[in-house]
């Protein structure tokens, strides 16, 4: 059974969503990511995928206290990323109650201080980020391209013993326009032994039955339940 993890994004303390990463277009859907996590627990879901925006921009975890609040006050297992730059903000973010922490531009960046993360913390809790812009690498909250391509990128790091990724096509991101089928298949059958998790365009459970059926370890969700579709209700029926 596929692992659906709602997205919790964060500007300024409150939940927002972007549109292809760009911060211009914002949108608040709740002014306390609490209450929001809390909904998600009383559905069922198990995990949460929490991003500190204004961390990747500032390059430095900003959203610190909304992180400790969620992992204080419930019992998700949080995977967290944005602002990850530095030994001291990866020790921050388990300190603050993160389960598991994704790391996509220092990947690309700083792949030493990336590899001392794996073998330090273990492969169970360093997620790897794999944005992808045309099936190349994109970082930096997508504000930076790269010519590196994302499986050349996953096949290095596979080799150095990671076990998940994230990867989200950034072309789909926010546009409730169904995921790239075609990008995470290519992957499971390159890469049968990565936990991928899917990102970017789920619009309706279709969506994440489909992703299911290709065998795909996880999917992100984010817009589709804010803008209502998909409902808390459809997800625990899926999972019971």
Known sequence: ?????????????????????????????????????????????????????????QKKIVNHKVLEAIATQTNLSIDFGGGIQSDE???????YGAKQVTGGSIAVKN????????????SEKIILGADAKNEKIAISGWEEDTDVSVFDFLEKYIAKGIKYTISTDVAKDGLLEGPSFDLYSQMQNKFPELHI?????????????????ANIYGVIVGKAIYEGRISLKEIKNFLC
Not at 20 to 45: H, R
Not at 111 to 122: A, D, I, K, S, V
Not at 197 to 213: F, R, T
């Open 197 to 213: 998790i899917a990102s970017g365009g789920v619009s309706v459970m279709a969506d994440i039955e489909k992703l299911n059926d």
């Open 1 to 57: 059974m596929i692992q659906i993890i709602p997205a919790i994004d964060i500007i300024d303390g409150k939940c927002v969503r972007l549109t292809q990463g760009d911060y211009a277009q914002k949108k608040i859907y709740n002014e306390s990511p609490l209450e929001v996590a809390k909904e998600f627990e009383a559905a069922g879901i198990q995990r949460l995928h929490l991003v500190d925006l204004d961390g990747a921009k």
């Open 111 to 122: 792949p030493e201080m990336f590899m001392n993360w794996l073998e330090t913390f273990g």
């Open 89 to 95: 903000a990866i020790k921050m973010a388990f300190e």
